[in-house]
C-alpha cells in the first residue's frame, strides 16, 4: 500500500481572506471520514465563505480549527501525508499519548510537521469557535469555547476527538473526557440555543444513513466506573439516528442547510488506503462547488 497520496501536491493552499459572514458552521465527526469535510470547508475557503461561527466535534473539530485559522489545505496535507507515520498514527503515538491516534498532530505547533498552525489567526475575536468533548463523570456534552476555556482550548479539541474504547480518557484540570460524539454527533441544538439563524451543518455521511442499532454494547463493562458515560455510548446510535432525522426536518423547513456526500462514503474510521481517503477530501471540495449558489443564496437570504 502505498504511503504517499498520488496526488498530494493538488491540494490547495494559501490563507482564506479575513472577512466573515454571520452564521454558524456545525461539523459531524467520523475520524478520517473527516476528509469529506476537510475538502468541503477548502473549498468553501477559496470561495470567501468564511462563516462567524464554528462548532465541530471529533475530526469536526479537527477540520474546524484549520477553518478558523484560515489555512487553506493543512488538514488534508497533514493527514494524507502523516497517515502512515507512526507518530500520527500507530506505536509511537500510543508511545507518545497512550492512543492509537495522536491527534496533536493537527493542534499542536510540535516541529515535526511542515505547516504549523496558524495561532494568531487561530485566536483572532472576531470568530467564534467551539469544541465538543464529553464529560465522562456526567455523560453530558462539554463545550469548549475559544476565549472562553483559556489554556485548555486545545486540549478540548483533543478531548473531542478522542475516539472511546481505543483511547485513555484526556483529563483536563480533575475532569477526564472522550469524544465528544458519546453524548452529541452533531451539534446543531447548540447554534440554534446561541440564536444563529443561519446555521449550516456539514455531515460526513450520505443523507439517508442511519446506523444500525446495535443490542448489545461493551460499554458497560469497559467503562463500568463511569455509568453515565456508559448509558449514553449504549444510546449512541439511537440518539444519533434521531439527531439524523430532525436535521432532515428542518432542512426541509429551511431552519438550517444541511449538507452531506453526494454518495455514500465507503471509508473507514481509521482508514489506511490514502487513495480512497484524497477520493473522499475530493467528493467534499467538488460537492461544495456544486452548491456554492445554494449556500450563497441560503446566506443571504
Not at 495522536?102 to 475575536?125: A, H, K, Y
Not at 467551539?130 to 456526567?138: D, E, F, G, H, L
Not at 443561519?198 to 442499532?213: G, N
Not at 469497559?222 to 426536518?249: F, G, M, T
Request: glycine share 8%; aromatic share 8%; with cysteine.
Amino acid at each position: 500500500m502505498s504511503q504517499t497520496y498520488s496526488k498530494i501536491d493538488k491540494i490547495p493552499s494559501g490563507q482564506a481572506s479575513e472577512g466573515l459572514i454571520e452564521g454558524c458552521l456545525v461539523l459531524e465527526g467520523g475520524a478520517f471520514r473527516g476528509l469529506y469535510t476537510q475538502g468541503f470547508l477548502d473549498a468553501m475557503m477559496l470561495n470567501d465563505l468564511n462563516l462567524s461561527c464554528v462548532i465541530g466535534v471529533s475530526a469536526g473539530a479537527l477540520g474546524g480549527l484549520n477553518y478558523v485559522s484560515g489555512q487553506i489545505g493543512r488538514s488534508a496535507r497533514i493527514n494524507l501525508t502523516y497517515r502512515h507515520d507512526s507518530r500520527y498514527v500507530g506505536a509511537r503515538a500510543l508511545i507518545h499519548s497512550h492512543s492509537i491516534l495522536d491527534v496533536g498532530f493537527l493542534t499542536e505547533n510540535r516541529g515535526i510537521i511542515s505547516e504549523p498552525l496558524n495561532e494568531e489567526r487561530f485566536n483572532r475575536p472576531q470568530q467564534r469557535f467551539a469544541a465538543v468533548a464529553t464529560n465522562c463523570i456526567s455523560g453530558k456534552p462539554a463545550v469548549f469555547e475559544k476565549g472562553k476555556c483559556g489554556k485548555y482550548m486545545m486540549n478540548g479539541v483533543r478531548a473531542s476527538a478522542t475516539m472511546p474504547y481505543i483511547s485513555p480518557m484526556l483529563r483536563i484540570r480533575t475532569t477526564p473526557y472522550l469524544d465528544g460524539g458519546c453524548s452529541c454527533a452533531i451539534p446543531y441544538r447548540w447554534a440554534i440555543k446561541q440564536g444563529y439563524q443561519k446555521i449550516i451543518v456539514i455531515r460526513t455521511r450520505d443523507p439517508l444513513f442511519r446506523k444500525e442499532e446495535k443490542r448489545v454494547s461493551p460499554a458497560l463493562r469497559v467503562y463500568r466506573r463511569y455509568p453515565a458515560l456508559a448509558l449514553k455510548l449504549i444510546q449512541s446510535d439511537r440518539r444519533y439516528n434521531r439527531q439524523c432525522d430532525e436535521i432532515e426536518l428542518l432542512h426541509k423547513c429551511g431552519r438550517l442547510l444541511r449538507l452531506a456526500p453526494s454518495q455514500p462514503v465507503n471509508v473507514g474510521r481509521v482508514e489506511p488506503d490514502l487513495e480512497k481517503l484524497g477520493e473522499l477530501y475530493w467528493l467534499g471540495y467538488n460537492d461544495c462547488l456544486a452548491r456554492l449558489d445554494e449556500i450563497r443564496n441560503y446566506l443571504s437570504m
